[in-house]
Structure formats: C-alpha cells, structure tokens
C-alpha cells in the first residue's frame, strides 16, 4: 500500500527558527495532508494540498509538493515553543474503491525557547 | 462546539475479555475511522464506515469489531481474539468523499493489558 515515510524522524530547533520537514511517497495520489498530534491528543488537520497543486501556505505553514519526485515538504516559519508536537503526512490510498488514508510514522519537532 | 468525543481516556483489558471503546461525533459526518497507533509509529487503519449500516475492514481489522447503528456513533470492540491490544485508538470522521477531505480527530483511547 502507499505509504508517506517523513523526515527527518527528529528535529530539534530554537525558537524563531523555521523547520522542514519531508514526505516521500511511493505511487500516484491525489492528494496529500499534513496533520499534527500534540503528546497524548488526537490528530489535528493542517494542510490539504492535491495532486494539481505545487504549494499552498497557511499562516505560518507552507507546504510544497513535487509529484515528480513524489515528495511534499512541510516548512513552519519562526517557530515557537507550542510548535513542538509531531507531524504527520498522508496520502490516499485506493481500497475497494473508497480511498482511505495512509499515514507515515511522523516527524517529531522539539522546539525549545 | 462540534467535535468527537472518544471514551474512557483510559481502559484496562484483562485477560480474555472483550472490551468497547466509544466514538460519537456531532459534526454530522458521513464517514468515520478508527484508527490504531503504536509508540513511536503512525496510525494504521482498523475499520471505517462510510454510511449507517455499512462498514468496511481496514489494514488490520483482525480481532477487532465495529457497528454503526447511528451516524453519530461507531463503537469499536476489541476481542480477546487480539492478541496485542495495547495501542492508543483513535477514531476520525469526515463529512464525505473518502480521502480527499479533512479527517477530525477525536483525543484517543490508551488500552492496556492488565
């Protein structure tokens, strides 16, 4: 099955700095998201970015897209102490017809004042 | 507010017994998830509903079991037929349209072995 894998595993940074963090996927999408998971929470949704789409931004978050590469970036611009959290990509999966997603094993962000 | 509510926080399993874990929404979507999340791991797909009455097996659907009797609701039953339940389950809804929307999230159940 299609599978994001992100990278790095872990990042630590300084407040203020940004961060990157990357996507690569195996087989054709149409359209990948972007969710993060605080420590103990349930996942929240960030960034829907489709097949036909190269970036989309959000606030302090751009996210790219390359399906020629099949990758996708997160970038968070000047990030701050409650940034720290994991993130995770995913992308839709064909299953008996109703794609379903597939998420990949995250990145997780320290971010430290 | 709308959202999903997912309960309890915590459930302990003894050996042999079936336990419930529940999962309503308000926020009137069609489609709902659960979902499974290992330490250090992503989620990986147990079951999901696309409408009331109807529900299909995910990636790892053996030893676990759904219903869905309302739209509001999708309780998931692990059996003592899974041998490894320990994981934190998290349940998702989206309005519709498979894949291709937003999943919410509800705030998880961490299930552990007693």
């Known amino acids: 099955s299609q599978q994001g894998e992100e990278d790095p595993q872990a990042l630590s940074i300084q407040e203020g700095e940004n961060a990157t963090m990357n996507c690569s996927y195996k087989?054709?999408?149409?359209?990948l998201q972007w969710y993060r998971q605080n420590s103990g929470r349930g996942l929240v949704h960030l960034i829907l970015?489709?097949?036909?789409?190269r970036e989309k931004h959000s606030g302090r978050l751009r996210v790219t897209l390359d399906t020629s590469k099949k990758s996708s970036s997160l970038l968070i611009t000047a990030s701050r102490a409650a940034d720290t959290a994991s993130y995770f990509c995913?992308?839709?999966?064909?299953?008996?017809?109703?794609?379903?997603?597939?998420f990949g094993k995250g990145t997780m962000l320290l971010v430290s004042p | 507010d709308g959202g999903i509510t997912q309960s309890p926080k915590y459930l302990f399993r003894k050996e042999g017994q079936n336990v419930t874990l529940s999962c309503e929404q308000n926020?009137?979507?069609?489609?709902m998830y659960w979902y499974r999340q290992d330490p250090g791991q992503g989620l990986r797909l147990i079951y999901y509903?696309?409408?009331?009455?109807?529900?299909q097996k995910g990636d790892i659907a053996e030893g676990y079991s759904v219903s869905r009797e309302k739209k509001e609701s999708f309780p998931l039953t692990v059996t003592s037929a899974q041998k490894n339940p320990t994981a934190f389950y998290l349940c998702?809804?989206?309005?519709?349209?498979?894949?291709?929307?937003?999943?919410?999230f509800g705030d998880g159940t961490r299930l552990s072995i007693l």
């Open positions: 998702a809804s989206s309005p519709g349209g498979g894949a291709r929307q937003p999943q919410h």
């Open positions: 087989t054709s999408i149409n359209n």
């Open positions: 970015i489709r097949s036909n789409e």
């Open positions: 995913a992308t839709d999966a064909v299953n008996s017809g109703y794609s379903t997603l597939t």
């Open positions: 926020l009137n979507h069609d489609a």
């Open positions: 509903s696309q409408i009331v009455n109807d529900f």
